[in-house]
């Protein structure tokens, strides 16, 4: 059972442009989300996180938006740049508990 | 500050056999998981440590899968015997952990072939 889902598994954006990735998740008992970045042969690195009690946050050119009554989040990156070109995971968990991942979606920025 | 260090990078068994990673968490993480990505999906969790205690292991196949925390640093994970479909990317992870909301730190992972 796919407690977070992205159902997106790649996007292509020009640089320059806003790149938004979607995740929808169904356990509404979910309050901190997280985003990583993963490189090929690399381990995910940690981007940028929120809690439940926000519905936005900020961090340079990343911004992460929560809709907690869509169970909905989603990652704007602004603006793109070749380096972003990337797998994103979003995750979440609950009380502290173990993350749950998405499937990730692949990233592409065509310079 | 060192991350979180994972030996070794790529293994490749035959079915059956036995295999085992390691790995050294960043200083003063409490928390610490290893787990399983198969291609195309995202991370599962397979086991949990607090300290040298387990959280959770309900995803860990304790037939085959064993891992240990010992004196709560290291941690070694351990497949025996192997199959095919244990082919994935393990990933090691720590936190800093507790009840507080903090990012998991993800060391390169070891990728296991088994053939």
């Given amino acids: 059972d796919q407690q977070v889902k992205q159902n997106s598994p790649s996007l292509s954006v020009q640089e320059g442009r806003i790149s938004i990735l979607n995740c929808d998740y169904t356990n509404s008992m979910f309050d901190y989300f997280l985003w990583y970045k993963k490189y090929p042969a690399e381990g995910p690195t940690f981007l940028i996180s929120i809690s439940s009690i926000k519905d936005k946050n900020e961090d340079g050119r990343f911004t992460v938006f929560l809709n907690k009554s869509a169970k909905h989040l989603s990652l704007h990156i602004v603006p793109s740049q070749p380096g972003d070109s990337a797998v994103y995971f979003c995750a979440a968990s609950a009380f502290g508990n173990q993350f749950y991942f998405g499937t990730g979606t692949s990233l592409t920025v065509i310079p | ?115």
């Fill in chain 2, 1 to 115: 500050e060192a991350g979180v260090a994972q030996s070794p990078r790529y293994k490749i068994i035959e079915k059956r056999q036995s295999v085992a990673f390691w790995c050294n968490p960043i200083s003063g993480h409490a928390t610490l998981y290893w787990y399983q990505q198969i291609l195309g999906q995202g991370p599962k969790l397979l086991i949990q440590f607090q300290n040298n205690g387990v959280v959770d292991d309900s995803q860990l196949p304790k037939d085959r899968f064993s891992a240990e925390r010992l004196k709560g640093v290291d941690s070694t994970l351990k497949i025996q015997p192997a199959k095919l479909e244990d082919s994935a990317v393990y990933l090691c992870a720590s936190s800093l952990g507790g009840r507080g909301r903090t990012e998991a730190f993800f060391g390169q992972g070891t990728r296991l072939t088994v053939v």
